[in-house]
């Protein structure tokens, strides 16, 4: 819960130690009276249990200021929530922590044993002891499914309550518990955990077992809400990545009530679409087909279901699942461990053959992002561990919009048209063996020796190939306007069997183009067939590289221009390759005849398929920007109310 105490109750609170509320706790306890504690005292409980109860280290900056540094950035808000009741962190080791209360006094505390947190466990630990008072007390906190079950019936039922109501908020929730221990039975307890901690077998279970013996008849002391702030302009970045075919999952380890608000204002679930839920399932294979068959019926729905229910799905209809969950616009996986997000990462590539793109921001993530085919990092409060983890590192969710639109739509179209050329470029060259040997009784020469070979892979057409890296069809704001555009790459229609047989087809014609004309042009200079076929072959390459460009500009231009002039002065310069005493106007123009035949037909007709049969992304280039245009008048309105 949030509160607000006034100066006076923080004064009162802290004149008193943390020592004398637990006492009369203990006393109460020990004549079997039920103890009713002040409001102050409970206020006081929390304070200082959430002063105490973390693993954050204040550390000085520059001009004396503090900085808390911890794993989570939870933990740090709820110090510095404290800090505003004026119970400051002022210093934190592996020994002790010191707080300074309202009054300005030195509070010490000497850490005993304490407990991390761990995804398993869902709760950390710390036992600590009073300096001033001598007092030893254990602190607890964690997820209020947990917390629930170390606390009497009436104290679960207020937990349970009070976080579903701070989940309703959309808020992240906590819930805290506390034992007051005296000194026998702390010593007691201490030395059946260090006998744990040096046993040689079984250790981890021994340690565990002594762990769940002191948390035991704990004391409710509260549930707290922390808001976790989306950054800007996430709703908007996942309506596009929807709009663009892609499936969004999100998997979090938040309550239900907290993640369904959080699908909303993420922009996972949009008005249209309905929340379908399954949690709670019971261990039995008949209900979980029951439920999965429901969820396949249901179109516009998002799927959200809880971490016990995955594990149940995936035990007994592990395919019935995935298969159901792909049905559906998206899915909302609650209260997940950081394995069950692994899991079902590798599940997902397995049974949907798409590729996966794991997004996260915590170490908690790490292991989805390793597992997914794409690693994309976010650094953020919660560290680096997820951006050095993955393939690819950002500073907002936002910029996962130009990673997939933009970035990932050209890397897809420049890598399919590249691969494809380059096997064309080598395909050509053996059509042209192939008909050079036939029409020569199969003569086992070589057309073009070692060295053009090497040439023609390398200097003459290697910058105009790699111009293709460099091209794009459309402006990159387009392409974040029309997500659309992304979704017509998913059906695969620039790297298929069918692009495979047109280029194929094209590599036959102008092999078969280039050698027959090169014979019928030529029939007194079979001498220079080399310089024919391979000058010919040189100009159709660069002229089958401007047909594919959607965009020349004045760089690829610049490289066409030099990829041909290397090419002249090689002729000037390997004179004992080429024979130049038949080099004449004529001769030149025959080439430039050949080079034509082989590659205007390819040209023409790609340039009416394309005129009467144009792409998404050419009439997209011929409508107005819908979408930026009204980004602008938003902005000029801002500007005008300052």
Partial sequence: FFFQAEDGIRDSVASRGLGDVYKRQTIGRRQGKAVKRKKNDLLRDLIYTLALCHNVTPVLSGEDKVEYQASSPDEIALVKFTEGMNYRLIDRDQSSITLKNPLGAEERFEILIDFPFTS?????????????????????????????????????????????????????????????????????WREKYEQACAAEENRDELKQNARLELEVNLDYIGVTGVEDKLQENVDKTVDALKQAGIKVWMLTGDKIETACCIGISSGLKSRSEKYVFVRDLKDDKLIIEDALKKVEKEQCAILVIDGNSVEKCLKHCEKLFFESSMKVVGVLVCRCSPTQKTLMVKKMKFYSGMRVAGIGDGGNDVGMIQEADVGIGIEGKEGKQASLAADFSIKKFSNVARLFLWHGRLSYKRTATLGQFVIHRGLVVSVMQMLFSLLFYFCAIPVFNSYLLLGYATFYTFLPVFCLVFDQDIDDSNALAYPCLYKTLQKGRLLSFKTALVWTAQSLYQGFIVMTLAILFFPESFVNIVIINFSALIMIELLNLYTELNRPTW???????????????????????????????????????????????????????EKFDPSEAAKVEKQPL?????????????KKKK
């Fill in 120 to 188: 398993e466990s869902k709760r950390m630990g710390i036992i600590l002891k009073d300096v001033k008072n001598d007092r030893i007390f254990f602190l607890l906190k964690g997820a209020e499914t947990v917390i629930a079950q170390k606390v009497d019936g009436d104290s679960a039922s207020k937990i349970k309550e009070a976080a579903e109501s701070l989940s309703m908020d959309g808020l992240r929730t906590l819930a805290f518990a506390s034992r007051l221990l005296t000194r026998i039975e702390y010593e007691e």
């Fill in 555 to 609: 760089f690829i231009y610049l490289c066409l221009v030099v990829s041909f002039l290397i090419y002249v002065l090689t002729i000037y310069w390997f004179k004992e390759f080429f024979d130049l005493t038949s080099f004449n106007l004529t001769f030149v123009l025959r080439i430039v005849i050949i080079a034509g035949m082989a590659w205007l037909p390819i040209h023409i007709i790609k340039y009416f398929a």
């Fill in 626 to 638: 819908i979408l930026p245009l009204i980004y602008l008048q938003k902005k000029k309105k801002k």
